[in-house]
């Protein structure tokens, strides 16, 4: 008997797979789908993002009519910071480990398995379905930026990365950009001489209290995530380098913000004769959709036909759909119920792990010709 949704997503879970070391993740993947007798194509692009897998990627060819579709889920999570030790009381998944479940986004790889095993086994007609398994998502998108999305026949796909009640659609996602932001001091000794000494760290204080951050507006956010600076307490730092990031829903907004941030980079080191180096990165572009767009159509379609109520929303975060939907491709990430991610408290419905399972075939359902 092959493992239900339930058995698959905790034999997923279980396993490790930070970004970079997805690998035990992907073998597991790759096994899956050959049981299923089909091919498995893993590129090249590992190495050269710094991932121990490729991107794996199927298809299906189609036996009826209709509109292929893509599913895309990355193999990697948030690190965890222990042991993943899934238990399942109450119908809810959780870690007794006390770190990460990875629902985000194991969850959706083992709903888009199962869903395609039936298909495969039930001999259910579809009109073509490709799969993709990416690495690296967490740090920006890494591996779907990597694929060759050529390769993909599907104009139309979907992701399900959106930690909210099954049913949300997400019309649309931000624009990021972030900021690798070095000082440049000088170091001299902190009890003798500081009055030779330029503080690297509080120049970058200063910047940093100058920022805008947390959410900015109705659209935007910003954040510094990390920072380091200096070599010992007795000796005025000369080097601080901090990261931030920007999104917004509106692209110019972001700009505005992004110029802020570095106005406030040089006036501070201005202040404190330090040099400063700025390294600025687009993360990805956002998107948006209309509800009357084809893909979102065809989501709401789907939901409503297993019974669930359609709900419309933006997100903050961004999934591999904002890379597809800047190559022109229509993607659109649907919600499939997990809760509470990247923290100990992060969890899921057994319920709503096979109601994905549900979603997925009412998604290839509602795409056969009418």
């Not at 690998?23 to 194509?41: E, G, I, N, P, S």
């Not at 690190?79 to 998944?93: C, F, K, N, S, Y």
Request: net charge negative; aromatic share 6%.
């Amino acid at each position: 008997m092959p493992p239900d949704v339930l058995d698959l997503f905790l034999e997923l879970a279980v396993v490790p797979s930070p970004p970079g070391e997805e690998r035990a993740v992907a073998d597991l993947v790759t096994r899956y789908l050959r049981d299923c007798d089909l091919d498995v194509d893993e590129d090249s692009c590992g190495p050269k993002i710094g991932s121990t897998m490729g991107n794996l990627y199927t298809r299906i060819e189609p036996t009826a009519p209709g509109e292929p579709l893509f599913f895309c889920a990355h193999l990697d999570t948030v690190p965890p910071t222990a042991a993943i030790e899934p238990v399942v009381a109450d119908g809810i998944v959780r870690n007794a480990a006390g770190t990460i479940l990875g629902a985000d986004n194991k969850a959706a790889v083992a709903a888009m398995l199962e869903a395609t095993r039936l298909i495969l086994a039930e001999r259910r007609s579809h009109a073509g379905i490709e799969l993709l398994f990416t690495p690296m998502e967490e740090i920006g998108l890494v591996g779907a930026h990597a694929f060759d999305h050529t390769r993909l026949r599907a104009r139309t796909g979907y992701v399900f990365d959106q930690a909210a009640p099954i049913g949300a659609v997400i019309l649309g996602a931000p624009y990021s950009q972030s900021l690798e932001v070095t000082f440049h001091g000088r170091a001299a000794h902190s009890g003798m001489h500081p009055e030779d000494g330029r503080s690297a760290i509080a120049a970058a204080a200063r910047a940093i209290s100058e920022f805008r951050l947390g959410r900015v507006d109705a659209d935007s956010t910003a954040n510094v995530g990390t920072i380091s600076g200096g070599t010992a307490t007795n000796i005025v730092p000369e080097w601080c380098t901090f990261v931030a990031e920007a999104r917004s829903q509106d692209e110019r907004k972001l700009a505005d913000l992004i110029q802020q941030m570095q106005d406030a980079i040089t006036f501070a080191a201005g202040l404190a004769d330090c040099d400063v180096e700025t390294k600025a990165r687009k993360s990805y572009r956002g998107y948006r959709f209309a509800k009357s767009d084809r893909a979102v159509a065809l989501a709401a379609d789907a939901l409503a036909r297993r019974g669930h109520e359609v709900t419309y929303e933006l997100s903050g975060g961004a999934a591999d759909a904002n890379v597809f939907n800047e190559r022109g491709l229509e993607c659109v990430n649907l919600a499939n119920g997990m809760t509470d991610i990247h923290t100990p408290a992060e969890h899921i419905a057994v319920a709503d792990l096979e109601a994905m399972v549900d979603v997925t075939l009412s998604l290839v359902e509602s795409a056969l010709a009418q």
